[in-house]
């Protein structure tokens, strides 16, 4: 249950926002869960009985909770045992939670291509070191069953099987935060968002290149070997996106 904390507010108070009332009482439950005050698997109160302890309407204390229910803390069930319980963390869903924010961002232009290729060298080059020591057969299998360019391809399965690559390589690495901050990067479509014109064959023909590079490497067990691969291959794709060439 949450236990009861003084309403008074001042600067520099861990969750409390300024704003709508329920966006306080959201910031307020959130602080609790996030501190580990509220654990993974806590009953939450009732609404009414968050809205006596905190002094606010029943309606605030539904979208506060709802709020944080949108933002994967608290989970619902229903039925006699049914109620608001803290949910238990998912790096899937703290991935995608991260993915609708970079998506966000970029459409916005807040962040630059530039910079979203900055990070992607910052986090990708290690994936590749760390998956030529980790991987097993199953993720080489995954790994040369996306490498691979049709003869004709599409936009959808072009990106689609780079997308895959590049998520294989970050499981492969055996470290669960890589997946959780490095895959939201490279989900965000480069010639999409960006509107640059490099989608012709050639230019996948060279991803695809690149690909098997840091595939082999991987395959020997050569962690050097695909780190270079993967920093190469995202030089490439720095050249081509951000520095885009007047080449028909």
Known sequence: MVKQRSE???????????????ATLA???????????????????TE????????????TAREAIRILASQGLVATRRG?????????????A?????????ELLAASRTIS?????????????PVAERA???????????????VAIPAKPSDDTVYGNHRDFHAHLARA?????????????????????????????????????????????IEQGDPIGAREAARAHLHYLRSAYVEPTDEA
């Not at 996030?34 to 806590?42: A, F, K, M």
């Not at 703290?94 to 970079?102: A, F, P, V, Y």
């Not at 030529?132 to 996306?146: N, P």
């Open 8 to 22: 008074a507010s001042g600067p520099g108070q861990v969750g409390v926002a300024t704003g709508p009332a329920y």
């Open 27 to 45: 910031a307020r439950l959130r602080d609790r869960i996030v501190s580990g005050e509220l654990q993974p698997g806590d009953q939450l109160p």
């Open 48 to 59: 009414l009985e968050v809205s006596a302890q905190f002094q606010v309407s029943r309606n």
């Open 80 to 92: 006699a045992t049914g109620g608001n319980f803290v949910a238990h963390p998912s790096p899937e």
């Open 94 to 102: 703290i991935r995608d939670t991260l993915h609708t924010g970079l």
């Open 113 to 125: 291509l530039a910079d979203l290729m900055e990070a992607r060298e910052t986090l990708e080059i």
């Open 132 to 146: 030529a020591l980790r991987r097993d057969e199953e993720d080489l299998v995954r790994l040369r069953a996306s």
């Open 173 to 217: 690495s055996r470290n669960p935060l890589y997946e959780v901050l490095a895959e939201p990067l490279f989900r965000i479509p480069l010639s999409e968002r960006y509107a640059h014109r490099e989608k012709r064959t050639t230019h996948w023909r060279h991803v695809e290149s690149d690909h098997r590079q840091i595939l082999d490497a």
